[in-house]
């Protein structure tokens, strides 16, 4: 049997569906719309990201000297999916969300994780003190914006599927493939 009688949709469809998402919200972009629509990660790349983040943030810390809990930050959030497994790996997770009902489902979620909070803003200014790890399943110009605001903190981003708009003046350290998605590595 196919896989698409078992309801799943093979990696060539994903990459069209992905790619009409990116042009029609691109469209958005350009007359003043969202940022980044709320289009949630999909649970198969869940866990490896956060593997790699893991380490990054462990061997960031062990580096330094730092044995305090890493902190996860997730600009963009949604409703917490991520961030809630981030949680149950040893983070201390933080959740920015601009949109209200988005950011109490988080808060829900995340509601039995005594190290997380979650905070309605906005991605363009809100700067953390301190991130050791950073995930981003957002437009290119969302990402730009969430490298712009934290430079310097020195902490890896990770960025689902979109590079930063101006990867000229940041350049991804990597560009990872894992089944047939791009994950764009950047040191803030």
């Known amino acids: 049997m196919s896989r698409e009688k078992h309801g799943s949709i093979d990696e060539r469809e994903l990459g069209k569906t992905v790619q009409l998402l990116y042009e029609a919200f691109q469209s958005i972009e350009a007359v003043g719309g969202s940022l980044s629509p ?25 580096a330094r000297g730092e044995g305090q809990q890493p902190v996860y930050y997730e600009p963009g959030c949604g409703a917490g999916r991520v961030a809630e497994r981030a949680a149950k790996r040893g ?5 920015l969300e ?11 979620k995340l509601a039995n994780s005594p190290n997380a909070d979650v905070v309605i803003g906005d991605l363009s200014v809100f700067r953390p003190r301190r991130v050791d790890a950073v ?3 957002l437009l290119p110009r969302a990402v730009q914006r969430v490298l712009d605001v934290l430079a310097g903190q020195g902490a890896p981003l990770l960025s689902l599927d979109y590079p930063a708009e101006d990867d000229s003046g940041v350049l991804a350290a990597a560009r990872l493939e894992i089944e047939a998605r791009s994950i764009y590595a950047y040191k803030l």
Do not use: N, W
């Open 98 to 108: 601009l949109d209200e009902y988005l950011a109490k489902a988080a808060a829900e």
């Open 91 to 95: 983070f201390y997770t933080l959740c």
């Open 38 to 62: 709320y289009v949630p990660t999909q649970d198969y790349i869940v866990e490896p990201i956060l593997q790699l983040l893991d380490a990054m943030a462990h061997g960031r810390r062990s």
């Open 135 to 137: 995930y981003a399943y």
